[in-house]
Antibody, heavy 122, light 113 residues
Framework: EVQLLESGGDLVQPGGSLRLSCAAS????????MNWVRQAPGKGLELVSA????????YYTDSVKGRFTISRDNSENTLYLQMNSLRAEDTAVYYC???????????????WGQGTTVTVSS | DIVVTQSPDSLAVSLGERATINCKSS????????????LAWYQQKPGQPPKLLIY???TRESGVPDRFSGSGSGTDFTLTISSLQAEDVAVYYC?????????FGGGTKVEIK
């Protein structure tokens, strides 16, 4: 069974840091572009960051550039999101999601984790 | 960035009746070389992650009931639930994947009348 399992969410003060992890199983992780999508309380979906399957090419939404870093360990089938200088507006459920076809950035997201909650508050 | 706009924000439909959700992109998401529309639909139930229903605007994901259908091309798209069931109560999102950043519509909440 294809699965994604996020962890690392927590309550953190403004300016703090967190590292989210997403453990993948049931598919060839190294062959897929992977994404982090967030959902603020009562709001819609926003693509935060994405990473290529092999060459490390990355994408960040403007509001997190310079603060968040996406990475992956294909040997451990794990996706990461290092979040620094956190702000109240980063409060959200963070989902990892894989693309449908594999190596294309331009693709639907067919498998999602259950999400991990990040709350930024003093 | 391509802006994706959904309408209505919410709708209430009787059990067994048709539900129709609209999605409009600010520019065409039809890729001329392969004639595919880079548009997906997702269903999100409370407390759950989104679930992919339809991709390429009209291709149902495996296991999705055939009462769900997608149509449209270019900039205007529709998700239709032909006969609403109680388990279809959810928020539905469309998403374009024609260009980065991939963007989602604001969502449409479907309830039972």
């Amino acid at each position: 069974e294809v699965q994604l399992l996020e962890s690392g969410g927590d309550l953190v003060q403004p300016g703090g840091s967190l590292r989210l992890s997403c453990a993948a199983s049931g598919f060839t992780f190294s062959s897929y572009v992977m994404n982090w999508v967030r959902q603020a309380p009562g709001k819609g979906l926003e693509l935060v960051s994405a990473i290529d399957d092999s060459d490390g090419k990355t994408y960040y939404t403007d509001s997190v550039k310079g603060r968040f870093t996406i990475s992956r360990d294909n040997s451990e089938n794990t996706l990461y999101l290092q979040m620094n200088s956190l702000r109240a507006e980063d409060t959200a459920v963070y989902y990892c999601a894989k693309v449908l076809r594999g190596t294309s950035w331009y693709d639907a997201l067919d498998v999602w984790g259950q999400g991990t909650t990040v709350t930024v508050s003093s | 960035d391509i802006v994706v706009t959904q309408s209505p924000d919410s709708l209430a439909v009787s059990l067994g009746e048709r539900a129709t959700i609209n999605c409009k992109s600010s520019q065409s998401v039809l890729y001329n070389s392969n004639k595919k529309n880079y548009l997906a639909w997702y269903q999100q139930k409370p407390g759950q992650p989104p679930k992919l229903l339809i991709y390429w605007a009209s291709t149902r994901e495996s296991g999705v009931p055939d009462r769900f259908s997608g149509s449209g091309s270019g900039t205007d798209f529709t998700l239709t639930i032909s006969s609403l069931q109680a388990e279809d109560v959810a928020v539905y999102y469309c998403q374009q994947y024609y260009s980065t950043p991939l963007t989602f519509g604001g969502g449409t909440k479907v309830e039972i009348k």
